[in-house]
Structure formats: structure tokens, C-alpha cells
Nanobody, 122 residues
Framework: QVQLVESGGGLVQAGGSLRLSCAASGRTFSSYAMGWFRQAPGKEREFVSAINWSGGTTYPDSVKGRFTISRDTAKNTVYLQMNSLRPEDTAVYYC????????????????WGQGTQVTVSS
């Protein structure tokens, strides 16, 4: 059974940092694209970052320069380092994985995690 389990969420003040982790199990994800999405109350889920099997990364302008995605293939884990956090970054953050980067990038990945709450206070 494939599972993606996020951790590292919490409450932080504006300008602070958090690092999210997503531990994958049930199969090897070394050839998969993995990424992060977020959903704030009353808003649609939005793309935050993705990393492909060769380490290439993508970010939307809203987080570029502040967030960094990385992966440890040996640990089957992907990370999201979030710096200079803003109140508008408050959301539930979801890990995702798919064998095709294109599917993940448009928000229809094969696998989703259960989410972890990030709250940024002003």
C-alpha cells in the first residue's frame, strides 16, 4: 500500500521558517515526480513546487525565492524548506507523487498525502 505522510507543519510568525517532510512508502519513488500543493480555507488547491526524477524543480511566482524543494532518494523522502513565510502562506500543505511530471504539475497526481497544517501569524 502506497502512502505519503507529511510532517513538519505548525505555527510560525511571519518572516519565520518551516521545513516540511514527506515520507513515501509502499514503492520506490526514485523515478517519480514529487511535489507540494496547498489549500487555504475557501480557496482551491494550488501548486507550490515540484521536483522531477533528475532533480529539476519548478515553483510558481508566489513562492519562488522563498521555498526550496529537495528530495532524498535513498530515504524516499521529499522536503519543502519554507523561508520568509507570510500570513498568506497559511494553508494545509499536501505532498503528491506521479510517474509523470505533467500530471503532477496540473494537480492530478496518482498519489496524495493527508496534509499538514501550516499557520503563519502576522
Amino acid at each position: 500500500q502506497v502512502q505519503l505522510v507529511e510532517s513538519g507543519g505548525g505555527l510560525v510568525q511571519a518572516g519565520g521558517s518551516l521545513r516540511l517532510s514527506c515520507a513515501a512508502s509502499g514503492r520506490t519513488f526514485s523515478s517519480y515526480a514529487m511535489g507540494w500543493f496547498r489549500q487555504a480555507p475557501g480557496k482551491e488547491r494550488e501548486f507550490v513546487s515540484a521536483i522531477n526524477w533528475s532533480g529539476g524543480t519548478t515553483y510558481p511566482d508566489s513562492v519562488k525565492g522563498r521555498f526550496t524543494i529537495s528530495r532524498d532518494t535513498a530515504k524516499n523522502t521529499v522536503y519543502l524548506q519554507m523561508n520568509s513565510l507570510r500570513p498568506e502562506d497559511t494553508a494545509v500543505y499536501y505532498c503528491a507523487a506521479d510517474s509523470k511530471h505533467s500530471r503532477l504539475r496540473v494537480g492530478v497526481p496518482e498519489y496524495w498525502g493527508q496534509g499538514t497544517q501550516v499557520t503563519v501569524s502576522s
